[in-house]
């Protein structure tokens, strides 16, 4: 190399190095960039209180709905409780035709609202968490999600259809399973039919079997998410083990879904005792004997109000409906409030 390819070379600029003439770009200073940052921070501040504010305003709303509907219900309950002649707890008469002379009482509402509710429960949490076990763990994939879809779809069908299928059809035959009940296991008060008649079928058993299959997909649904939510480690560690399918299921997939179980069934319950059309359609006929049978007829809370809608038109009678309204809410708010202790929830504060 020459003494000119030397000092070409030397002159030349190099491709990894700074630029000849200066052309690097000025690094930030820290004090150009603070601004920035305190802007950025000021709009993160801003963007969190407003979602704050947000969030907290969404949860009071709830919680006043529920409060003003409790002081509704309690402001019209009350002076139609005060003109009650009988004791509201304990009587099983309900005639409010005469404003100056009502008589009514929640007892035999309470036990057939009571009673086929719980028949539902038993009836449907078996079946709904055995459903969802099947389509979770041993269904297969291309038979589970149809199989899914068909059981969700029980909740798109009208209560009406529920109360006329119950009636017309489940009435008739259950009649002489009853009756097989009421002769062998008549000595158990809930099988005890008394002096009512049990041949139509229309009894709060039945009742309790159309709320079964009404209240089987909320159940299956959530029982089912909950299932799908088991940490796949805690099940390969069982199979590691040795376990079987149901010991895994019984060691890592209900217990993990314990709580979900429990909610799946506590909002299953809520809507059977809430339930209108269904069972006043299925209990229109039957009579009641008022001794915690299921082979009683009567009304439910929200049958007994649905059955005298049409007669509200002065204050103290309809406040007799209201007030067995009230009873029926401060039921379900209980009940909501005793699943969630029994499954373990915690109130973050």
């Not at 067995?324 to 809410?329: C, I, K, S």
């Amino acid at each position: 190399m020459t003494v000119h390819d030397e000092v070409t070379a030397a002159d030349r600029p190099d491709s990894t190095g700074p630029r000849a003439g200066g052309d690097t770009p000025p690094m930030p200073s820290e004090s150009s960039t603070e601004p920035a940052q305190r802007g950025r921070g000021a709009h993160s501040a801003r963007a969190e209180m407003i979602f704050r504010s947000l969030a907290t305003a969404a949860g009071a709303t709830i919680v006043a709905a529920i409060a003003l509907i409790a002081l509704f219900l309690l402001i019209r309950a009350v002076p139609s409780v005060a003109a009650n002649k009988a004791n509201f707890f304990t009587s099983a008469d309900f005639n409010v035709t005469n404003s100056d002379d009502m008589h009514f009482g929640i007892r035999d509402l309470f036990m057939v609202t009571v009673l086929s509710s719980l028949l539902a429960l038993v009836i449907a949490v078996p079946l709904g968490v055995g459903i969802a076990l099947f389509l979770t763990q041993y269904a297969p994939k291309m038979l589970a999600r149809p199989f899914a879809i068909i059981v969700d779809l029980l909740a798109a069908v009208p209560s009406i259809v529920f109360g006329l299928w119950g009636f017309l059809v489940l009435a008739q035959r259950l009649a002489p399973f009853e009756e097989f009940l009421n002769d062998h296991l008549g000595w158990f008060f809930l099988f005890d039919s008394g002096n009512v008649s049990i041949s139509g079928g229309g009894t709060i058993f039945t009742a309790g079997v159309v709320l079964a299959v009404m209240i089987l997909p909320i159940i299956t649904s959530v029982s089912r998410e909950v299932f799908n939510l088991t940490p796949r480690a805690h099940i390969e560690a069982a199979q590691a083990l040795g376990a079987t399918k149901w010991e895994v299921v019984r060691m890592t997939v209900l217990p993990y879904g314990r709580s979900g179980v429990i909610a799946g069934s506590m909002l299953g319950l809520g809507r059977a005792l809430g339930e209108t059309i269904a069972v006043l359609v299925v209990l229109r006929t039957a009579a009641s004997a008022g001794h915690w049978s299921l082979f009683d007829g009567g009304y439910t809370f929200a049958s007994k109000i649905a059955s005298a809608a049409s007669e509200f038109s002065q204050a103290l009678p309809t406040g007799a409906y209201i007030a067995a309204g009230f009873v029926l809410f401060a039921l379900t708010f209980v009940v909501n409030a005793l699943a969630r202790i029994a499954a373990g929830g915690k109130v973050n504060g």
